[in-house]
């Protein structure tokens, strides 16, 4: 439903994509856990 929020699991990132390697998507998904909580995210919310 539109109204529903989407999980986000960064962590997936690490898997890899066709055009992402799995160690820069660990990397990515490691900048974003950084900016996430420099601007006050809660871990898991």
Known sequence: M???????VLTDLSQ?????????GAALAE????????QGHAQGA
Not at 16 to 24: E, H, K
Not at 31 to 38: I, P, W
């Open 31 to 38: 900048a974003c856990a950084v900016c996430l909580e420099q």
């Open 2 to 8: 539109l109204n529903e929020p989407l999980e986000l």
């Open 16 to 24: 890899g994509l066709p055009a992402i390697t799995p160690s820069f």
